[in-house]
């Protein structure tokens, strides 16, 4: 792990008294909070802070003052009120995105993210996940019902200018995937599977669409603990979960945990050896172009293939990401290689190291056997003439 995202480090906790977005006197306050930031950066790592670009609770302070004037209007002129936690005392209205006020609050706080607490990953929540609706008011400027979408997009870009004002390497995530975001939201993530055969389902075609956002995967817990702030969160079963892990590491994805994930003993030590492999691909899932299924000529079933294509120089390079699912021997693989010379092939193994792989080249392809294991990671490369 080498990026935290702290969910309750303002005010009451997550989904407490947003936006309200102030250091927790209980967790320590500002300056304490500065230092540990501090101190994960020194280290090596990364702090993303979270905002909530969506929601304002009633019993705020300053609901009377600001959320009363930001709040999506429902045609009546009631507000549009969501509450989140089973049982929780906490309601909140959704706010307008096409408030100048709102916009100038979240664009604002992310700035003091980057510069007082050393964060320039900035994670506003629910942008691109909860429902759209339309907004009556007649005091936010838009015109009749607004344009939601658009108006989060205009979010996003104020808060994108004042942020790279001070700090050019700002970066902001979204909950969620979209297209009209991608300009602003350099990460993209939802839950997966949980939105399998819904909206969210096509991560391949996002992936060679929009090849400069980079996809993030939150992954749920398999199995119940007492100790989840998602209550309303269902788990996934076992194998669902590692099957998804898998397909999402051949796409590219980057991958956030919710708590706890360590519970499950056996099921994180899984997890850990596909994020080791996850990590030895990462040059060329990072830097190489996604190429789905165009390269791969064959794949005898119930193999899975994807590939990835990286140039440098003279040479090229292709991985290629098998998932085996039934642990079937003997099937083959054939990759596109054209006029490649001088091939070779070797496979990523979790522990950072390579291992050579037996092939065959014939009429411009390369073929090799699939291994047994769920999923493996294969290296075909030459040079171009």
Known sequence: MDLLIPYGWSRGGFDSYDPEYHPDLDLGGPLEMSRAYHKIKVGGGEVMTYLNARIFNLRSDYFGTLGEDWA?????G???VEQYK??????????????QGWRNLLADFGWIAATQYDSHLIYYDQVAAAPPLACYSTRHGHDQTGLWNREY?????DAYQVGRSTDPHI???IEGAGDLYAPYALFQGYFDPLYAGTRFAF???FKYTFPEVIQ???VVNTRNSPDTLFHDIPIVPHDAAILSICRDIMVGKLFVFMDPVLGDRAWWDEVSKLLALRKAAAPWIGQGIFRDTIDVTEAQPPLEVKAFRLD?????????GVLNRTHVPGRKIMIQCGSLSEIEAFRLEEDGSRSPVSFEVANGHVVFEAPTKLLSMTIVEGLRK
């Open 312 to 320: 440098h120089g003279n040479s090229r390079s292709t991985l290629v």
């Open 72 to 76: 999506v209007r429902n045609p009546d």
């Open 216 to 218: 993030a995967t939150f």
């Open 86 to 99: 089973p049982g929780s005392p906490e309601s909140f209205a959704v706010m307008c995105p096409g408030s």
């Open 171 to 173: 970066a902001f995530m």
């Open 203 to 205: 991560p391949e075609l």
């Open 153 to 157: 997009a205009t979010l996003l870009h």
């Open 78 to 80: 009631s507000k549009v």
